[in-house]
């Protein structure tokens, strides 16, 4: 649990792949614990985990929505570079 702390706790400088691996471990663990009877510290290590995967799950959807704005942008871009209001050039054919 210590190392899915740590990880969680540096999600920014992860990869999606890590993040994936990280959404796994985090869901394998709760599962874990969700099996044993329930005790104190066992419902408060499935509150933990579901507060880290809410955390996994939000920087999940930033991320996604940061690619997104950058492929509008790239997209938008590329529109006034190569868009077809352009006038044909001198000898084009249009």
Same mark, same amino acid.
């Given at each position: 649990? @210590?190392q899915?702390? %740590? =990880?969680? @706790?540096?999600?920014?400088?992860?990869? @999606?792949?890590q993040?994936s691996a +990280? =959404?796994?471990q985090?869901? %394998?663990?709760?599962?874990?614990?969700?099996? =044993?009877e329930?005790?104190?510290?066992?419902v408060?290590a499935?509150? %933990? +985990?579901?507060?880290m995967?809410?955390?996994v799950?939000g920087?999940?959807? =930033?991320r996604e929505m940061a690619?997104?704005e +950058? /492929?509008a942008q790239? /997209?938008?871009?590329a529109?006034?570079?190569k868009?077809s209001d352009?006038e044909?050039?001198?000898g084009?054919?249009?």
């Open positions: 649990m @210590d899915i702390r %740590s =990880q969680v @706790d540096r999600l920014s400088e992860l990869t @999606d792949e993040i +990280l =959404q796994d985090i869901i %394998s663990e709760f599962e874990s614990f969700e099996s =044993q329930p005790t104190a510290e066992s408060d499935m509150t %933990s +985990l579901a507060d995967l809410d955390a799950r920087e999940t959807k =930033q690619a997104r +950058l /492929a790239a /997209a938008e871009a529109m006034r570079v868009g352009e044909p050039m001198e084009e054919i249009s």
